[in-house]
């Protein structure tokens, strides 16, 4: 099951990408900065068991950053991390972005879902505001992937009746639901 992150999933989320972060697989992220972009963050859990996370940021009126997409060792390769990137991709769509992009060390597991690697030199917002802040500034070793979010994208979200953001939405009348 999928659903968005609470402050209780922070040390999990902290845990699991830090865990990558050691091995050199992504960066680390502090406990204050996941919880000042908690509501940016998804969670995958199967049985009350947290397994995976991902977030989308936004960066720019077109623009979201895919972060911190991580599934646990054990449940890798089964889909997770699609259903992840999925879910980031829905809402984005719900936000009218046109683009999502993701700096990343697995670039094939983007390509494989219609990412395009690009120079970073293209991504100008994401490098200015949130880059220079990094350990790897300036010298980054990601690779930058981008997607065009497209029609056949916000057709299958609004057709789709699992929507991740609409299950959490009245959306006759706006109330959230709990």
């Not at 397994?51 to 720019?60: E, P, Q, R, S």
């Amino acid at each position: 099951m999928i659903r968005k992150a609470t402050l209780n999933d922070v040390s999990f989320i902290q845990k699991l990408v830090n865990s990558y972060a050691e091995k050199g697989e992504m960066l680390p992220r502090s406990i204050g900065d996941i919880c000042d972009n908690i509501r940016d963050f998804f969670i995958y859990e199967d049985n009350g068991e947290v397994i995976g996370c991902c977030a989308l940021h936004v960066t720019w009126v077109d623009l979201a950053e895919i972060r911190s997409l991580a599934v646990t060792e054990e449940y890798q390769g089964k889909g997770i991390g699609t259903v992840l990137l999925n879910a980031c991709i829905d809402d984005a769509l719900k936000l009218a972005i046109k683009k999502v992009f993701a700096l990343t060390y697995k670039p094939e597991f983007f390509e494989k879902k219609g990412f395009q690697r690009i120079d970073k030199s293209q991504l100008p917002h994401k490098v200015w505001v949130a880059c220079v802040n990094c350990i790897k500034f300036p010298d980054c070793d990601e690779v930058a992937v981008i997607r065009q979010i497209a029609e056949l994208d916000k057709k299958n979200s609004t057709n789709n009746e699992n929507s991740v953001i609409d299950s959490f939405f009245d959306v006759s009348n706006g109330v959230f639901r709990r």
